[in-house]
């Protein structure tokens, strides 16, 4: 084994017969390699933070729009029963007029002119003669465990406001905030307060289908007019898009059917050990 110190020795011999310029070059070397792990690269990109303005882009904003037609991982194609309330006519229209830049979306649209409007509860969905909104089927097959999950994000998500029965008396309700309306054109028990709709509309019928002229009692509404709300939102109530997945959505809307369902049907329709549980007060 060579012996250490000869070897620094001969080492440091060398470097005293480099020229200057060369100690200078090997200490530059040295510097850089050693400086270059103190740095905070990837602490100091060169990234725009939230709501910072963009001085490269004409409109100032630096978070860009998506392209059209970009997804991302795992998202649900525009077009997948799934994802849309919309009917896959409505929704190529919705799609055509979206492209076009001479139609602007955003601007309110009188009634009298209802080919400009995209997704609104423009037609009555009981006139056969007229254009389908909105589909009026489920986009797959339901079970009690679609039911049971229904209820679950219905109780997390909606009962607050719209109340356990689905007649618009939840506990957002009690402390003052805007009344949803019923899912119900009765009162689902004696002790509900008598609560009207504004603009005189009829208990349990639709406020978004009234702006448009057309008085429809909210269990008539199509499924799909509901999904649509639950993703854009409707007046007082903000979107659940980002809470609520697409499929819990459509389990969602099966649970409200089924409270609908609950308050008119004759109680003989029921199973036996569910009527003989609701003739004991509900005590099992």
Not at 8 to 27: E, I, K, N
Not at 83 to 99: C, N, S, V
Not at 168 to 191: A, C, D, N
Request: glycine share 8%; hydrophobic share 35%.
């Amino acid at each position: 084994m060579t012996p250490l110190l000869p070897l620094l020795d001969r080492f440091a011999a060398r470097l005293r017969r480099l020229p200057r310029s060369g100690l200078l070059l090997l200490a530059a070397c040295a510097w850089a390699s050693l400086s270059s792990g103190c740095r905070q690269k990837m602490a100091d990109q060169p990234y725009y933070r939230p709501y910072e303005p963009s001085d490269f882009f004409a409109d100032g904003r630096s978070a860009r729009p998506l392209e059209r037609g970009v997804i991302h991982r795992a998202q649900y194609l525009e077009t997948d029963p799934i994802a849309t309330g919309l009917t896959l006519e409505e929704w190529q229209r919705a799609y055509a007029l979206a492209a076009n830049p001479t139609v602007d979306l955003k601007t309110p649209t009188p009634i009298e002119n209802r080919d400009l409007a995209v997704g609104a509860p423009r037609f009555d969905p009981r006139d056969k003669d007229k254009p389908k909104v909105y589909v009026e089927e489920f986009p797959f097959p339901l079970t009690e465990a679609d039911l049971r999950r229904g209820q679950e994000r219905y109780t997390i998500y909606c009962a607050v406001c719209h109340g356990p029965l689905g007649n618009g008396q939840g506990k957002i309700w009690e402390r003052g905030y805007l009344t949803p309306t019923s899912f119900h054109t009765e009162k689902v028990s004696p002790q509900e307060i008598d609560v009207p709709n504004p603009s005189d509309i009829p208990l349990g019928y639709s406020r978004g289908y009234a702006l448009w002229g057309i008085k429809i009692p909210l269990r008539e509404a199509p499924i799909g007019y509901y999904f649509e709300v639950i993703t854009k939102g409707y007046g007082g109530m903000p979107s659940y898009a980002a809470q609520i997945a697409p499929a819990d959505r459509w389990r969602i809307i099966a649970y409200i059917r089924v409270l609908q369902w609950s308050q008119r049907l004759p109680a003989d329709w029921l199973p036996p050990d569910v009527r003989s549980q609701l003739d004991a007060g509900g005590q099992k």
